[in-house]
């Protein structure tokens, strides 16, 4: 681990070379330990034990004299000393000297980090069960309109790469969109939701009228189909969405 600049600048005209102890090797043992303080017998254990207490004390006491060092003295016997950062007023913990330096644990790997902010997960969540109807939408959208048109060919590229391409676009446009705005955009109201549950029924109904008078579906089976789907959503829609649906209040 490196000393930061500000020590490094501060050392520069060290020339205690040929000494049994230097001020840039205590110093260094103090930055690379996990702690943020030091009794003289801690730091001597951690240079050299055949150095003397008095020679760490006297590098201690040049590099306080430089501003590196600090002290606390708790009683009349004892004194700990800490790195001075310019930054803080007080002992620098091991995760603080790692913040300090731009090194902060929590930051090693800033996507995870994006992607386990509680309402980055939210919306991830929300919007993935929502493109659940986006995928419905793309594949039987597009298999409609490949079968009807003599543009498009039935190729891998119309029948699966158009689905998936809608699919990926309305997903990754919702997420921008909330992720940018901080809208939910979400129904605020249950009158809100019946409206969109009604549309939907009748959008189905479009659809049904579609398929059999432009694309010659079997009326019989094509009706069935719909009203099945519409009786399924209903008694989902009374069972499930509406009790489950709790409406924002307002403040």
């Not at 103090?30 to 055949?50: C, G, N, T």
């Not at 009349?76 to 002992?91: A, G, K, Q, R, V």
């Amino acid at each position: 681990m490196s000393l930061p600049s500000w020590i490094s600048r501060e050392l520069e005209n060290d020339r205690k070379v040929n000494t049994k102890l230097t001020d840039k090797h205590v110093v260094e043992t103090m930055h690379e330990a996990d702690r943020p303080l030091f009794s003289v017998q801690q730091i001597r254990d951690r240079v050299k034990p055949d150095v003397s207490k008095v020679t760490v004390r006297n590098r201690l006491r040049d590099l306080e004299e430089r501003g590196i060092v600090a002290t606390e003295t708790y009683s009349d016997s004892l004194t700990l000393y800490y790195i001075n950062h310019p930054e803080s007023e007080w002992p620098v913990s091991p995760e603080g000297k790692q913040a300090l330096n731009g090194q902060s644990a929590s930051t090693e790997n800033p996507l995870r980090e994006f992607l386990q902010h509680p309402q980055v997960h939210e919306i991830l969540r929300e919007e993935l069960l929502r493109s659940i109807g986006w995928a419905g939408l793309g594949l039987f959208g597009w298999a409609i309109l490949v079968s009807s048109s003599s543009q498009l060919p039935a190729a891998v590229w119309t029948v699966l790469g158009l689905p998936i391409l809608t699919w990926a676009s309305l997903t990754v446009g919702m997420i921008g969109i909330r992720l940018i705005t901080g809208n939910d955009l979400q129904i605020q109201s249950t009158e809100g939701l019946h409206i969109i549950s009604v549309g939907g029924v009748v959008f189905g109904g479009f659809w049904a009228v579609f398929l059999i008078f432009v694309l010659d579906w079997p009326p019989l089976l094509t009706t069935g189909l719909y009203l099945l789907i519409t009786a399924t959503y209903f008694v989902y829609y009374t069972r499930v969405v509406l009790p489950g649906f709790d409406a924002p209040v307002e403040n």
